[in-house]
């Protein structure tokens, strides 16, 4: 069951790492970025068709112990290039409102967290992909 917990919060990480990568940085073409994002969810979605596959393939050709090994270099390979990415946030809009006072409370945060999220759970495009996101988790 542990392994199963790992995998399932890496790869949430790691979804959601670069959805929001994708986002900062389709910014600059936004009348490219449901091209993008799709390409990218198309990617992220093939990952799971495809990892079996060459799992399967480097198991029967190689061993079963090989193929856990060329995944955890994989594995390795990918946490790497994830710490060359440069920052895609602008400094000011990183630090946000809370990093400017030192006495922010944990209930101010909220009010600044709810205050930036509503917009986008008022939007029906939002709600649509809230609920697509919350049927993936059930199914």
Not at 46 to 58: D, F, I, Q, R, Y
Not at 69 to 94: D, H, N, Q, R
């Amino acid at each position: 069951a542990l392994p199963r917990l790992l995998v399932g919060a890496g790869s949430s990480a790691s979804m959601v790492g670069s959805a929001a990568y994708m986002a900062d940085i389709t910014d600059a073409v936004p009348r490219f970025r449901a091209r993008i994002m799709g390409l990218q969810a198309m990617v992220l979605g093939s990952a799971w068709v495809v990892g079996p596959l060459v799992g399967g393939t480097l198991a029967e050709n190689y061993g079963a112990q090989n193929s856990f090994f060329v995944c955890g270099v994989s594995i390795a390979l990918c946490s790497l290039g994830y710490s060359f990415l440069p920052e895609t946030l602008p400094k000011k809009k990183l630090m946000g409102d809370a990093a400017v006072r030192k006495d922010v409370t944990l209930k101010e945060h909220g009010r600044m967290w709810w205050r930036d999220a509503k917009p986008l759970l008022q939007s029906p495009d939002q709600q649509a992909l809230i609920a697509l996101t919350a049927s993936n988790a059930i199914t």
